[in-house]
């Protein structure tokens, strides 16, 4: 089964610089570190957000400066740092085992979460049909075309598994296409799809609420999924430890600002001003309950990532394994906790 052709294309760019390590930059030693942090949406994305709190970045212009990078996808995103070209980025639980088995990055290191699906009680991803087109249930979907955003990304491998479970797959028993996110819905209410992705905010629209229905979500395919994390390179980490220790701790402290129920309304305010979408449709859905979780102490879920790599394994997206305790380090994440008080569930 063929990959996404994005990051098909990325593993040709990542074999060239697999090889070359890590130099460090020319900066003196007293000058502060920058970061150059990779992020794909500007709300999941954490750079943004944590420049529009530097209040509460205790360290930033001291050991290190943060420069936020934005990329259309993580597979673009693994180029750059492959290449050099970014230092932490949020890499797909896909994308990593294209990074380790196919572009042998072997230097690769989850060192935080990023976003997980389902967890605690968050809200997962999920899969909509329309109210008058015939699927109630999987099977339904039988010789139909689905909507994915991309062959072997996270969520569509989340969806292909559900097929899978239910006796149908890709070619024989379906048809899917690719496009964005954003033209889901489009494809659904013209029935040219009977199966899409819906991602907020646009799965929030009136006629999706009113004209369609979730048929299931990731959740119920994978269970609660770690679905992307944040990586570096192990000598990125081993020139700049104590800077990056600095970083995780003052990112700790603004998420959690964020995720706080009592600063909720300021909180979606500084997301509104971002992406220049309007408060009132955000509100419902940001930093609650209904948005993706992420862990306070920024520690992903190793276990749930194993077990995705494996389901890519079974759809035949990946030939091997990837042991993924032996290419993370937590170890940034817990010193940074450490220095904080325990954090509020949320």
Known sequence: MPVNKTLSRAVFAIAAFALSGFAPRGAAAADPVTIRSGYTVMVSGFSPLLLEKKDLMRHFGQSYVLEPRHFQSTSLELTALASGEADIVSLGYSTLAVAVLNAHLDDVRVVADANQDGANGHRSVSFFVLNDGGIARVEDLKGKVIATNG????????????????????????????????????????????????????ARSTDMQTKAHVLFSAADALGPS??????????????????MVDFFEDMMRVIRWYRDPANHDAAVTIAANLTKQPAAGLAPVLFTKEDSYVDPKLEPNLDSLQKN?????????????VPVKQYADLSLVEEAAKRLPEPQPY
């Open 309 to 321: 790599i494996a389901v890519m394994k079974a759809l035949g997206f990946i030939n091997g394994d």
């Open 151 to 202: 062959a072997g990304g996270a969520f569509d491998v989340a969806m292909r598994w559900m097929l899978h479970q239910h006796g149908l797959d890709d070619k024989r028993d379906y048809t899917a296409i690719e496009t964005d996110y954003a033209n889901m819905p489009a494809m659904l209410l013209s029935r040219k799809a009977a199966l899409v992705t819906g991602a907020n905010p646009w």
């Open 226 to 243: 770690q679905m992307t994390v944040q990586a570096a390179r192990a000598g990125f980490i081993a020139a700049h430890r104590a800077a």
